[in-house]
């Protein structure tokens, strides 16, 4: 199955400061990136996803950016506010049927 | 709004107890998902769903099974509950294979 690895596993920054969280995949064939973002007593979801003919892509204060050749892509939270405390997880999808994600980035702004 | 649902919220249930988790959703999702998660932690595939009929165990090993009668309908029975199984145990749902994850709010599960 599909190998996911996210990093770092926790974050901390100060509000107002930018926060990235990269996810590495192994399945060349995936197409589909999303993130989700998991509040406290929640299921997980979606923030912002991506398609593989697309580099980038920004909804406000997010952004989604993918590298198809090394294989991994990244979510950018700019001007963090506490509100974006929680824990993150990407789900890169692609050949494989079942939906795989990754390990999980707990975020705390500290306002 | 996600129209998938997940019931109950929270269980405490004796050991040895058979119990049924219920996920339905309405929004007529082939491809349907069970997730163990400790709190903050990575979510774990135990079982998944192509369809009616169709289940498939996840890379998670678990003692749960599960069923596929109905589309909107995907249950998850635990035939005798353990201290192990006391987690969180997330259902969710797709359209097809690459499009977004719909999540119920999850059970709460604790054996005592």
């Known amino acids: 199955g599909e190998n996911v690895e996210q990093h770092p596993s926790t974050l901390s920054v100060q509000e107002g400061d930018s926060a990235v969280i990269k996810c590495t995949y192994s399945?060349?064939?995936?197409?589909?990136f999303p993130w989700y973002k998991q509040e406290l007593g929640k299921g997980p979801q979606l923030i912002i996803d991506i398609r593989s003919n697309v580099g980038e892509k920004k909804d406000q204060r997010i952004a989604v950016t993918l590298n198809k050749t090394a294989k991994h892509f990244s979510l950018h939270i700019t001007e963090t506010q506490p509100e974006d405390s929680a824990v993150y997880f990407c789900a890169p999808m692609g050949g494989y049927q079942k939906v795989t994600f990754g390990t999980g980035t707990k975020l705390q702004v500290i306002p | 709004e996600a129209d998938i649902y997940q019931t109950p919220r929270y269980l405490v249930i004796g050991t040895g107890k058979k119990i049924t988790l219920e996920c339905s959703q309405t929004?007529?999702?082939?491809?349907m998902y069970w997730y163990q998660q400790d709190p903050g932690m990575e979510l774990h595939l135990i079982h998944y769903s192509y369809g009616v009929n169709s289940t498939e165990k996840g890379d998670l090993s678990s003692e749960s099974t599960v069923s596929r009668i109905r589309t909107e309908h995907f249950p998850l029975t635990l035939e005798s509950a353990r201290p192990s199984h006391t987690s969180q145990y997330l259902c969710?749902?797709?359209?097809?294979?690459?499009?977004?994850?719909?999540f119920g709010q999850g059970t709460r599960l604790t054996v005592v």
């Open positions: 969710a749902s797709t359209k097809t294979v690459r499009t977004e994850a719909f």
């Open positions: 929004m007529g999702h082939d491809k």
């Open positions: 399945d060349s064939a995936s197409n589909y």
